[in-house]
């Protein structure tokens, strides 16, 4: 008996001095001092202790969800014309589309920004709208792309729009825009048919398409700028990842890499193109956390490549606990020219296997890649 309980205050003394030697940027922050969504400043730069964990669930990545045409290119707009145009076809991720559209006016004088959808078959098409986000005007960009992705996860819409035959509708309805000012929009919808969509903007908001310049086009000679437009095949990523006795202590989970940043096709430049930041990327980041002494856990996200913000969703073993969750609560952004700083997303007792699954998109004018990091406390 006496050998029993020698042995097993061993175990426990080497679980307790294994924790206490782990010497971390964040090992003197009592996280429950914080509140969800504010901001962890970190003593040294977390990625020097980091030990990353694989993704568990990599091959159940789904192939498709819904096409994403992203806007962001020219971001600064000085004159009227398309930003981006492409068709979305029904036997496409079965017409299911998502558009991101972000510019700003950098002309003197007024231009309204809006979403077109034009039907060119010879019978009607009709469009589903399903969520639907406007951030703007504004001249906060950061902002504005917080409250956009915030406005998105909140929104719920069932609308249905019949569209004849060689007529143009609107998406998004014009946002006036006054120099300096930004527009963000995020809207899902289905189509039934092929319909061409177009992101422009016009000193007229009811002038026709007809005579509007593509905008962007560079000279012979000039160099080329990074374009940030164009169709993808998909809008979403997943991951999930487990956190169980093995893997206790200071991790990370290193999501929305590089490697990861879409590669798609512009069909207004007829060329291959990669959406820098996953502008309009939904992403679905699990974790499967095992209880152990029921020690409490939060999950913190690490910005690595600039000025980052978000808003997000959060569900704890499928239940809805927050929705349009934005992050940085008190600040527009984290991780200006430092990367020792981390938004506070998630802290709670592990009493059973939980399963927290946060959906989250980046703000529009932030930076990738990011880390989530899983920390005992």
Known sequence: MKTIFLSLFLVLTLINSAYASISTPSSLINYNNHNLGNTINFEANPAVFLKTLSNKLEDEQPESTRTLLF??????INKPGISYQDTIYPFKNKGKFRVFDYHVNSSTNPLYFSILLTNKNNHSVSVHIEKTAVSGPSMNYI?????AVKEWLNSSVDKTIEIEPGKTVFLAEPVCLNKDQLVNFIIDATV???IQVSTVARSD???SLRGLALLGKTTKGEKKPTILRGTFNTAD?????VIGLDERGYKVVGVAGKTEYLQGYSAVDRKKVINYGNYGVLYHTTFKLIPFLQIPEAIVINSRGGAFATASSIAINGELVTQGFVAPTETTAIGLNTVKQGILVYKEHILN???VEINWMPAGGTNLPVNFIVQPY
């Open 71 to 76: 806007s962001d290119f020219p971001e600064y």
């Open 143 to 147: 902002a504005a792309g917080k409250n």
């Open 192 to 194: 039934s048919d092929a």
């Open 205 to 207: 908001p009811k002038a």
């Open 237 to 241: 990523y997943y991951h999930s990842y």
């Open 353 to 355: 296997s939980d399963e």
